[in-house]
């Protein structure tokens, strides 16, 4: 199977969220805090099974720039400083046909944790 070709990306800024169409027809609207707690990052998924950061706090996350990378790959840069997943036509594929069990996924891991959601944002270090 080929992979998948987005056909048109739009980044709606107002309602959050990333809409992709693919070459098969298939359109998805992801959100953005969606994208960044689902970021292909090491910072995210660390370097093995196990290693992933729960994301905490990003529910007002904002999307300041969608940045191509070759001809598979969307670079996201999220207004929390966070750039550093490539988030390949597969994987954006991936996130919208399993958008439901991995947001509930998600909910179930920070309610197991006691946190409320909208979690509140992690405090940032006093410098």
Known sequence: MNDPRPTDIKLRTRSRVLEVAFDDGERHELPFE???VYSPSAEVLGH???QETLQLGK???GVKA???VGNYAVRIVFD???DSGLYTWG???ELGRTHAEKWQRYLDRVAQL???YPTP???KPRG
């Open 66 to 68: 969608v940045e191509p």
């Open 59 to 61: 529910h007002e996350v």
């Open 80 to 82: 929390d400083g966070h």
């Open 91 to 93: 994987y954006l594929q």
């Open 34 to 36: 969606y994208l960044r």
């Open 114 to 116: 006691g946190l409320p």
């Open 48 to 50: 093995g099974p196990g």
């Open 121 to 123: 944002a992690p405090s």
